[in-house]
């Protein structure tokens, strides 16, 4: 091969892989959309009641319903379902202690070494990928197994794609208690903010951390000729920018009230732009399709297809999450096999995760002690291998395992209720036991509730 031709192989070949990617995912999403109708998750009445509820607001009627399920990764549904994951993390560990970003550096040396005469760091998207996930392996080493901040109770990282190209995570840490962040001293011992004018880190009274900018004289001249001092400094941490050289900025979490904003903000999904057009004298239609809402107007980089297409993870957290599902009784979803055609279906061999967790506790006395959140603490489900029924037995090892209860909105008022009932009441043995309260039976959840 002409060695002249060679280092533009790859400016040709990362934007038909770029494209390929997006036909893998095209192809898995279309297979969604083709078996919409075999889609026995959920009933989606919720989406139904809001579809009609926007339908009449602007005098329109209601089109088709297309469901981009939880199980697809980046959908919406799916960064939804991991965010109420990190929240349950929050509900048993706390708050986190440390936000921290890490954005790649193409002029790392393990890039610049690999490359081609003639090439940059955007020409090997490939190369980008694989450094970038070998780095932030070695930070999370550092930070967690190293413990430089102390010991780690948890943490969630998330790992997104700026339209510049470059990869970047953003990474909450749960510090252990003992090493919790509470004092100025602390602050200044992990974080800088030099090079307002404040000569000494000092902490609000609700937590927040006013970072130390010395006026000591010390300035810096941007490549635009601005001079800058310790005022226009990123909050960072010098241990891990010396370490890693590359954008890292580290700050301290001081309320508990930014913590749902700081989730939902990791999880906050890609990057894309929605217009529609419409006739003036259209008749409107109200259509809810996940799979074009996700498809169109999508940015997507070369960094990121090559990202997804080596298999590396784009999220992850430090415990396991067993979402636990809901349901009044007689309610829960069954999944009937396409083949079957006897219209006779036997219940009895169907089940559900909270039925199960019923007869756990009419059975097993040593259960009854957890409430059905935690009861994954201790028990995993699974088929028995001789009845092949699915049930509850006790998990062997130990594990980073929390239970999660599907979330539930309060318009579905007794599955609302019930879930307040599951939230607090243990040794539970059916529903009725939940509704019974000093050995009366209520008629409904919210009645066992209120009493």
């Known amino acids: 091969m002409d060695p002249n031709v060679e280092p533009w192989i790859y400016a040709l070949f990362y934007p038909y892989a770029m494209d390929f990617y997006v036909k893998i995912e095209k192809d898995r999403i279309q297979y969604i959309r083709d078996y919409q109708k075999e889609i026995r998750a959920d009933t989606y009445k919720g989406l139904h009641d809001y579809m009609e509820n926007a339908a009449t607001d602007v005098n329109a009627r209601i089109g088709k319903t297309i469901i981009l399920p939880s199980t697809f990764i980046g959908s919406p549904g799916h960064m939804q379902q991991c965010y109420q994951d990190a929240m349950a993390i929050v509900s048993e560990k706390g708050k986190p202690c440390l936000f921290l970003t890490m954005t790649c550096n193409p002029k790392w ?38 413990k430089y901040f102390g010991g780690v109770a948890a943490y969630v990282y998330v790992i997104e794609f700026k339209k510049r190209g470059l990869p970047h995570m953003d990474l909450l840490i749960t510090l252990k208690h003992g ?28 937590g927040y951390p006013y970072y130390r900018r010395r006026d000591n004289g010390t300035t810096h001249e941007q490549s635009n000729g601005r001079i800058v001092d310790n005022r226009w400094a990123v909050p960072y941490c010098p241990t891990l920018l010396e370490m890693f050289n590359c954008h890292i900025n580290v700050e301290a979490v001081s309320s508990i009230r930014a913590v749902k904003y700081m989730y939902k903000y990791i999880y906050k999904g890609h990057d894309a732009a929605n217009v529609v057009l419409t006739e003036q004298n259209e008749e409107r239609v109200i259509n809810h399709d996940e799979i074009k ?16 297409i080596l298999s590396k993870l784009l999220q992850d957290k430090s415990h396991c999450i067993i979402r636990l599902p809901i349901h009044l009784p007689m309610q829960y979803t069954i999944i009937i096999p396409n083949d079957l055609t006897n219209v ?8 559900s995760m909270i039925l199960d967790y019923f007869k756990l506790n009419s059975e097993d006395e040593n259960a009854r002690q957890y409430l059905y959140k935690d009861i994954p603490c201790d028990y995993v489900h699974k088929k028995n291998k001789v009845t092949k029924i699915t049930q509850w037995g006790p998990r062997k090892g130990q594990f980073n395992v929390f239970g999660r209860i599907r979330s539930v909105n309060p318009s579905e008022f007794e599955l609302f209720h019930l879930r307040l009932l599951l939230l607090n ?18 008629p409904s959840f919210s009645a066992a509730c209120l009493a």
């Open 109 to 146: 040396k393990e890039i610049e070494e690999n490359l081609l005469p003639h090439q940059q760091a955007a020409d090997r998207p490939d190369l980008c990928a694989r450094i970038f996930d070998l780095k932030k392996q070695r930070l999370l080493d550092f930070v967690i197994k190293n």
């Open 179 to 206: 090493f919790k962040i509470t004092t100025p001293e602390i602050v200044d011992r992990f974080i800088s903010a030099e090079i307002p004018n404040a000569n000494e880190t000092v902490m609000d009274g609700n």
């Open 293 to 308: 809402d996700y498809l169109e107007a999508r940015y997507v980089v070369s960094v990121e297809a090559a990202y997804r």
């Open 344 to 351: 006779q279906v036997n219940l009895d061999q169907f089940t």
């Open 425 to 442: 009441v243990k040794v539970a043995t059916s529903s009725d036991a939940l509704k019974t309260v000093d050995g009366q039976l209520l």
